[in-house]
């Protein structure tokens, strides 16, 4: 499943995360291990700090993982921060911006933010699929 919104940033803090990396990365490691860090190699619950900001490293088997494995924003090719500007308005907005206005307000090609806004809708079409329980908890996340 891919992670979106597990928490709900006020109106600071979301332009904080539209134009900072780190901040994006921040709140999408405070999101993933939200309950708790376990390493998903071997269980353990300890960490250390890893290589890349915001990063955990188990501190049993060295396993790393980002802060964005598991997420939309994982290998993605753009500064976060505009992919994250990407994802709050396909999912939060209220209004459907098109990939055109996207790229012209994020300096990136129009075809980049088609990719990704289809990356996101397939992210929402997977979690249509889910079964009750799972979609509840996931309404949260979008409300
Ligand atoms: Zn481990």
């Given at each position: 499943?891919?992670?979106?919104?597990?928490n709900?940033p006020?109106?600071i803090?979301?332009?904080?995360?539209?134009?900072?990396?780190?901040?994006?990365?921040?709140?999408?490691?405070?999101?993933?291990?939200?309950?708790?860090?376990?390493?998903?190699?071997?269980?353990?619950?300890?960490?250390?700090?890893?290589?890349?900001?915001?990063?955990?490293?188990?501190?049993?088997?060295?396993?790393?993982?980002?802060?964005?494995?598991?997420?939309?924003?994982?290998?993605?090719?753009?500064p976060?921060?505009?992919?994250?500007?990407?994802?709050?308005?396909?999912?939060?907005?209220?209004?459907?911006?098109?990939?055109?206005?996207?790229?012209?307000?994020?300096?990136?090609?129009?075809?980049?933010?088609?990719?990704?806004?289809t990356?996101?809708?397939q992210?929402?079409q997977?979690?249509?699929?889910?079964s009750?329980?799972?979609r509840?908890?996931?309404?949260?996340?979008l409300r």
């Amino acid at each position: 499943m891919s992670r979106i919104f597990t928490n709900e940033p006020d109106q600071i803090e979301l332009e904080e995360l539209f134009s900072s990396d780190d901040k994006c990365l921040e709140f999408l490691a405070e999101a993933k291990w939200n309950n708790g860090y376990t390493c998903k190699k071997c269980g353990n619950t300890n960490y250390c700090p890893g290589k890349t900001p915001h990063s955990r490293r188990c501190t049993k088997c060295k396993t790393e993982e980002s802060a964005t494995a598991g997420t939309i924003f994982h290998n993605c090719k753009f500064p976060v921060h505009k992919a994250f500007y990407i994802a709050w308005n396909v999912c939060k907005g209220k209004e459907e911006v098109s990939t055109y206005e996207f790229a012209r307000r994020l300096s990136l090609r129009q075809m980049t933010c088609w990719n990704f806004k289809t990356k996101i809708r397939q992210a929402l079409q997977e979690m249509d699929s889910l079964s009750d329980n799972e979609r509840e908890s996931i309404q949260k996340i979008l409300r």
